[in-house]
Structures are given as C-alpha cells and as structure tokens.
C-alpha cells in the first residue's frame, strides 16, 4: 500500500498546483457564494446614530411626561426632548437628543397625551450608534466566503460592488459504455449515468460556471475529443476510467492530449483510484467511477479544487468530532469514509458501505473519518465527522 499517497498529502499537492482566477469587480449579487479578493471595509457607520431597540415613548427625566411628536423609520424627530418630555418611538428610529429611557408600548399609560408608567427602561432599549461597525472597518477579509449574511453585511456597509474571482469554468465528464442519459428509458444493459448530475449539484454549492455533456464511451478517441472539447475549461472533472482495467482511459486519454499526471491512487477508502493531472494550468480531475466514491473524492478534491481557483482562505472540509453510536473496528491501510447519520448528537454508521450502493449513500448525512491503522473503538469514542449536505463549508 506504500505506494498510495496519504490524503492530506493529496489534497495539499492538488491546492498547490492551482492559482486563483483572475479578480474581478461585481455587484453585490453576483458574488453569492464567491470569496472576497479584497477586505470588505465598511462605507458607513451602523447604526449611524443612536436607535431604540423597541416600540414604545422615548422618554427625558422622571415622568409623568407629555408626548411632544414620533420619531418614525425613516422619519426622526426634529430636535431634542426636555425633562418631562416624551415621544412616541418605533423599534429602528432615532432616538431624539435628551432621551433617557425608553417606555415600552406595552407599559406605558396614556391619558390624551399624557404619559406614565410604573417602569421606564435605560438599559438594553438602544443600539448605540457604531455598536454593529464602523466606517473604515475591516469586516471581512480576503478569502472569506460571500454568503447570504455576509451579502446583508456588506450592503448595509454601502458597499454596492466587491472584488471577488471569477467563477472558474468546469467540466464535468462521465464515461463508461453502460451508461446512458436515457434515464426513464434504461435498456437492460446499460445503467442510467448518474455521477455526472450528482457532481454536478455538489459543485453548484460553490461559485462556478459548469458544463456538463452525454456520458462518453471508453473509447480512447471518445474520452480525447472530450478533453479537447473543455481545453478553455479551468477545472475537467471526470468520473469513472480511473482504475486499472483494459477500458479504463483516462490516464492514455490525458496522454493522448498532452496532460501531465501529478498522482495517482490515494490510501482512502473509497476514492483510491483519484487521479490529479494538469495541462497548461488547467487541472484534471479523475475520480472513481463508484458512486459513492465519486461523490467521497468530490467532496474532498472537486469542492477545494473550486475554492482555491476562487482564493478561499479555508478549501478543505472541516471534521467536527462527534462521538460514535457504536463499536468501531480498526482500520487497515486507507483512511476510511464511512457513510452515517446523525441521530440524537450521535454519528450512527449505515450498514451497507458498499461503494456502488447509492441508496445507502443518499440515506446518509454525515461521513465518518477513520485515520489508516486506526486501533477497534468503543462505542461512545469522539471521532471525526463531516458533514456533507452544506459541502461541509471549510
Ligand atoms: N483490479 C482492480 N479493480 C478495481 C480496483 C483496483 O484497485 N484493482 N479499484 C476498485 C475501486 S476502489 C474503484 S472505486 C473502482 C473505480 O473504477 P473506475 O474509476 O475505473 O470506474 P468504472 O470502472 O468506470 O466504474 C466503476 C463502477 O461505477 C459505475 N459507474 C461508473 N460511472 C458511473 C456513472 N457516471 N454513473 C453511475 N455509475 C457509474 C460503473 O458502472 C461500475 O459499476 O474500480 C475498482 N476496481
Ligand atoms: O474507491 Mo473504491 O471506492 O474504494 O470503491
């Protein structure tokens, strides 16, 4: 088993050979699930004044007070309040200069426009102004991920435009001569292609342009022509002909149009026959034909794959540790991914862990990572577990 390499090793080696894309300047919108190529500093100050917390009587002094004017949304109030003075307020408006308290709606007595109460609240009715960021702050840095949130983040910022890189250009490939996209429609012999979508779907987590054709034949010539054809594409992901059998041919394939094969076969199970190879600075992908270890080393290689082409600071899924709903056995010489599920704070292993098995695969919410030469664990033992629905977000 000398020969395979370790995964940490793999996936470091697949980081280096990449360069992020070329930075560009968008609005706000298109930069949903990029990374940052800049910092996001902030253009204003939030909130820009003080604003009450909630709905009720910004009050001056001790009460009773009388009810001067509003301060709305979007409307303050002109000028300040006196000792005796009070106005209505909504939750999100200026607090007018003077104020000292805050009545809640729900306390306050109101006879015409005379106001009392048993309880006028000073703490916790405010946001002070800059207590969420200030002009000229750093918020975000280079490399973080542009979310939902972070897209709230910078627009309240007054940020319109970010620079982020552009959305690198990937092909996704499958071959094999049993498949066939006729997937309502599948003849006996074939099988419905099925690795293509499913990587797919996985890479549309992150921020990239993908193109994706009918399954091809192992057929040399087949497997060159497609490779030609996705020659301007940053990433070629293939699925299947990655092994060792007389049809699987990609390795002659990448020969064949000049690629340069970095590594081949990885000490994981499943995964082992991931291959990663280059032309210019395009970077090839061959992952295992097996569903499951397609999926397995396309989370693992594909998702960093985009991320570094995209300058993300962190591109590797992250483990949490999560403690074992049963017994372990040890493991041998691959790092072993173990479909599961999480159940009640507690990672539970599937029994079916075939790779080919995508029931099994499609049941599972979590994979559970075994280090080779791993010793039998107890049931209840901390192990590593990620999480695969949200592209377990490095
Ligand atoms: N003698 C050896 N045989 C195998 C080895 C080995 O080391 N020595 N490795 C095994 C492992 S591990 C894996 S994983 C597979 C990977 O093989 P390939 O990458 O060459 O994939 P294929 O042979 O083309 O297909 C394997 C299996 O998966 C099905 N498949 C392929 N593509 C798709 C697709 N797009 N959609 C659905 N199903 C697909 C295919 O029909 C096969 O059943 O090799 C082992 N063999
Ligand atoms: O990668 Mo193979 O999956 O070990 O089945």
Redesign the pocket.
Known sequence: MSDLLPLHVAQRRLLDLIHPTAAETVPLAQAHRNYLAAPLVANRTQPAVRLSAMDGFAVCGDGPWTVIGESRCGSPFQGPIAAGQAARISTGAHTPSGTDAIVLVEDAKLDAETLSTARAVDTGCFRDAGSDFRSGEKLLDAGSRFDAPHMALAAMAGVAHVTVRKPPLVAII???D??TAEIGDCAPHL??????LMLEMLATGEHCRITRGE?VA?KLSALADALEAASEHDLVVF???????D??L?RPALDAVGGKIDFWRIAM?????LMVASRGTQIIL??????A??FVTGFLFMLPAIRKMLGADACIPKPLMVPCAMPLSATVGRRTFTRGVMQDGMAHPLSNQD??ALAALANSDILIERPEHSPALKAGTDVPVYFIKNGGIA
């Not at 699925?239 to 059998?245: I, L, M, N, Q, T």
């Not at 199970?269 to 026959?273: F, N, Q, S």
Request: glycine residues 24%; contains cysteine.
């Open positions: 499958e071959c094999g049993e498949l099988i419905p292609a099925t690795n293509g399954p192992d699925s299947g002909g990655a092994s060792v059998g049809h699987d990609v199970k499943p995964g082992k026959p061959g992952l295992p034909g097996n569903p270890s397609s790779s080919g």
